[in-house]
C-alpha cells in the first residue's frame, strides 16, 4: 500500500469531548500530545462549554496540526463523543476524557499489543487520582491476557473487572466497531450502555498489565452527584443489555445480565425508600412491584444458589447486601 494507506491503517484518533475543565485540560492535552506513539490525531469537542475551555482548545489547534477542534452547542459527555466519531479519521479510536490524562506510553502498547494478538480492542487498567495526589489502581491485572469478545462481555458483569471493562476511556479500538454505534445522548453511565456491544461485535479482547490512565475523582463532576437519579440510567442499561442478549440467543450472559439488573433494581429500591420526599417513597413502591414480577419471571434462569438465595431475599425483604 502507498504510504498515505499506511498513515491511514496505523492512525489513531483521541477524542478528548471538552466541558468546563478549564483547571485540568491542559495536563489532559499535553498529556495526548505527549505520547511516544506518533501517528496520532486529537479532536477536541468543545461542547458549548462557558468558560475559557474553546478558546484553549484553538489555541492548541494553532501550535499543532495533529489537532482538530470542533465547537458546538452543549449537548452533554455523549453527544460530544459522537461529534468526534464522526469527523474521526484512522483506522483506531481512543477517548480520553479533559479532567483525566494518560500516560506517555498508553497508545502505544494499546496500539502493539492489538496488532500482536489480532484484537480488535486493546484495554490497560486505570489509576483513580485524587486531590491530595493519591494514586489507586482499580485492579490488578498481573499479565497480558487475550479473550474472546464473549468473555469480555463477562468481565463487564464481573465485580473486580466491571469498571476497568466498562469505561470507554482506557482502551484502543478497531474503527469500524463503531459502524452503527454511537454513545446515547442525554445519559448516564453513557457507556454501559455501548460497550457490552462492542465487546460481542469482536473476535478478540486484549487486556494489558500495568496503569496507564489516570481518571481524576473530582468532587463536583457528574458521576458524583444525584446517586440515586444515576441508578435510572444504569438499570436501563442493564436491561437493555439482558434484551439484546436473549435476541441473540446469548442464555449465559443473559442470566448474567439480568441478575446484575436485579441486584441493581433492588438496590435502587432500598435507596429510595431511604429518602424524604413521597415522590422517591412512591417510585420505590412501584419499582418493589416490578421487581417482585421480574424475580418471578426469570429466577428460574439464575445460575448460582447464592445469587437465587440473595434474590429471595430481596423479594421479600427491604435489604440489598
Known amino acids: 500500500c502507498s504510504k ?3 498513515t491511514f491503517n496505523d492512525k489513531v484518533a483521541i477524542i478528548i469531548p471538552v466541558y468546563k475543565t478549564e483547571k ?26 462557558p468558560d475559557k475551555c474553546g478558546e484553549i482548545c484553538d489555541e492548541y489547534a494553532k501550535k499543532d496540526q ?21 469527523v ?24 502493539e499489543e492489538l496488532k500482536a494478538n489480532l484484537a480488535d480492542i486493546a484495554v490497560c487498567n ?25 468473555q469480555a462481555v463477562s468481565n463487564i458483569l464481573d465485580k473486580r473487572l466491571h469498571v476497568v471493562s466498562v469505561v470507554s476511556c ?16 442525554g445519559k448516564l453511565h453513557e457507556d454501559e450502555f455501548i460497550t457490552y456491544r462492542l465487546f460481542y461485535n469482536s473476535s478478540r479482547v486484549v487486556y494489558l498489565s500495568g496503569e496507564y490512565y489516570y ?27 439482558g434484551e439484546f442478549f436473549r435476541n441473540n440467543g446469548e442464555k449465559n450472559l443473559f442470566q448474567a445480565a439480568k441478575y446484575k439488573y436485579l441486584y441493581m433494581l433492588k438496590e435502587t429500591i432500598v435507596k429510595l425508600k431511604k429518602c424524604k420526599d413521597k415522590d422517591d417513597k412512591h417510585k420505590a413502591e412501584q419499582l418493589k412491584i416490578h421487581y417482585n414480577k421480574e424475580y418471578k419471571k426469570y429466577v428460574s434462569q439464575i445460575k448460582g444458589v447464592k445469587r437465587k438465595i440473595r434474590l429471595w431475599i430481596y423479594a421479600y425483604m427491604d435489604i440489598s447486601i
Not at 491542559?26 to 469537542?45: M, P, R, T
Not at 482506557?170 to 445522548?185: A, E, S, V
Open 24 to 49: 485540568y485540560l491542559n495536563k489532559s492535552v499535553q498529556s495526548a500530545l505527549g505520547q511516544n506513539y506518533q501517528n496520532i490525531d486529537i479532536i477536541l469537542v468543545d461542547d458549548g462549554s
Open 170 to 185: 482506557g482502551k484502543l479500538y478497531r474503527r469500524p466497531l463503531f459502524t452503527n454505534i454511537r454513545f446515547p445522548k
Open 4 to 6: 498515505s494507506e499506511e
Open 126 to 150: 486505570l489509576c483513580r487520582v485524587y486531590d491530595e495526589g493519591r494514586k489507586e489502581k482499580e485492579v490488578s491485572i498481573d499479565k497480558t491476557t487475550i479473550y474472546s469478545g464473549h
Open 215 to 241: 481518571y481524576y475523582q473530582r468532587i463536583d463532576s457528574i458521576m458524583s452527584q444525584r446517586k440515586v437519579m444515576v441508578s435510572y440510567d444504569a438499570l436501563e442499561a442493564y436491561e437493555q443489555m
Open 88 to 111: 474521526a479519521n484512522g483506522a483506531f479510536l481512543g477517548f480520553v476524557d479533559s479532567d483525566d490524562y494518560i500516560h506517555s506510553e498508553m497508545y502505544k502498547r494499546l496500539w
Open 66 to 86: 495533529r489537532i482538530k477542534v470542533i465547537h458546538k452547542q452543549n449537548g452533554g459527555l455523549s453527544d460530544a463523543r459522537n461529534a468526534g466519531l464522526d
